[in-house]
């Protein structure tokens, strides 16, 4: 006989705690946007600032992380008008990796003026 599954209430004091406590988990682990990485990072890498002088977007820096396989620890896909990927990063993977990437980026870049 199969058993039933027992759906919880997503305003149950159960469910609500185990948001809290993801919340909180994901403060300890600094676990950031590319945006919020940029914006609360208090000096760049030199590839940083150069990428920027270039796409002034991360979208590019986003999409080099992704293909590089930088581990995103969340994804939030869409919305009803077009695709939005907002993807969420261990802070010290972005410090590491972003710059790589960045160098990446504008190394494509330039291949393709050439």
Request: proline residues 3%; aromatic residues 6%; hydrophobic residues 40%.
């Amino acid at each position: 006989m199969a058993k039933e599954k027992i759906m919880i209430d997503r305003n149950s004091e159960e469910v609500l705690a185990r948001k809290r406590e993801i919340a909180e988990a994901k403060r300890a682990a600094e676990i950031v946007t590319l945006r919020e990485w940029y914006d609360t990072t208090p000096e760049h890498s030199p590839e940083i600032q150069e990428y920027m002088k270039h796409f002034s977007q991360l979208g590019r820096l986003g999409k080099e992380l992704h293909n590089r396989g930088v581990k995103r620890v969340t994804e939030r896909f869409g919305d009803d008008v077009r695709t939005l990927v907002e993807a969420t990063y261990v802070r010290g993977e972005l410090d590491l990796a972003a710059p790589l990437c960045a160098m990446a980026c504008l190394f494509k870049k330039q291949m393709n003026t050439v």
